[in-house]
């Protein structure tokens, strides 16, 4: 899509009908998606007003953290202003008039084809690695060959009108993707207003015991930290960054003691957003502390 009005249009990283695509759909089904290549240039959409939202996938409860996002967040010039978890349902898509037992291949990415291992097993088919879920699908679709099958999403089919030989095939049920949703300008929510996730980055201080000074603000004042990965930058084996994601909102008591005490051991602290907690979390509403 490239005339749509930056106002009504939200970025996603892949093509029309992956699961970014759907989770975009899911919580802003008014606006227009913007597929794009890389997350650099979904960034880039947003910085350049191309796009007023960023629709970004964070992690998967079965793969992990999503591969350089990290990395990304911190310089991507955006701010997280919400969150959204989608359940993904994996669907075996083939061309029309495509029965299951014509299937002799598999496209997909790497990740869907891991996450429906026992159902390909069965199947007794090769898998193929393709770039992406809804990239396969449409592929698939160009072919037009009838042995040849995508695991991708229901709104893959949709998109590239493909039959569903096969739904829900993913082996844990509990297959779920968190996204961020950024922009450009901060959006803070209202103090107890409701639940809240405040999102940062942060290096530690060149001192012994640092993390765990830093974290100790956290445990006296209450404060439930939800993720903490580190990753190291600058290609240095001693340069570590953190990424955490807490309960609560900075201008709450207990929070704001906890982040004052984290800035006396830290060299670098940013926060990337604060941001109402999704219901998916389900959190007890927030009361000013």
């Not at 350049?48 to 996938?57: C, H, K, T």
């Not at 949703?181 to 201080?205: C, E, K, L, N, S």
């Amino acid at each position: 899509m490239t005339n749509t009005n930056a106002d009504n249009a939200i970025a996603f990283q892949g093509v029309l009908g992956a699961y970014s695509h759907k989770a975009c759909r899911e919580v802003y089904p008014s606006l227009a998606p913007l597929p794009c290549q890389s997350f650099e240039d979904v960034f880039d959409a947003v910085n350049q007003g191309r796009a007023r939202l960023a629709m970004i996938p964070i992690e998967n409860t079965v793969a992990g953290r999503v591969a350089d996002i990290h990395h990304l967040l911190p310089d991507s010039g955006l701010y997280i202003i919400g969150e959204h978890f989608l359940r993904v349902n994996h669907c075996l898509l083939g061309v029309r008039g495509a029965k299951l037992g014509d299937i002799k291949v598999v496209r997909s990415h790497v990740h869907a084809l891991g996450q429906c291992r026992n159902f390909l097993r069965r199947l007794g088919v090769r898998a193929e690695v393709h770039a992406d879920t809804a990239g396969s699908a449409k592929d698939t679709a160009a072919s037009g060959e009838r042995s040849a099958a995508a695991i991708a999403s229901e709104l893959a089919a949709e998109t590239y009108g493909l039959e569903i030989l096969a739904r829900d095939i993913e082996d844990a049920s509990h297959n779920t993707t968190r996204f961020v949703i950024m922009t450009r300008t901060a959006q803070r929510p209202v103090v107890g207003a409701g639940p809240a996730i405040t999102t940062f980055v942060f290096q530690v201080r060149n001192v012994p015991a640092a993390l765990y000074k830093a974290m100790g603000g956290f445990a006296t004042n209450g404060v439930n930290m939800t993720k903490l990965e580190s990753y190291q930058i600058g290609g240095s084996f001693t340069a570590t960054q953190f990424y955490a994601d807490i309960e609560g909102h900075p201008d709450e008591k207990n929070v704001s003691l906890a982040l004052e005490e984290l800035h006396f051991f830290t060299s670098k602290l940013k926060i990337l957003g604060v941001y109402p907690a999704h219901p998916f979390r389900g959190l007890e509403t927030n009361e000013p502390r």
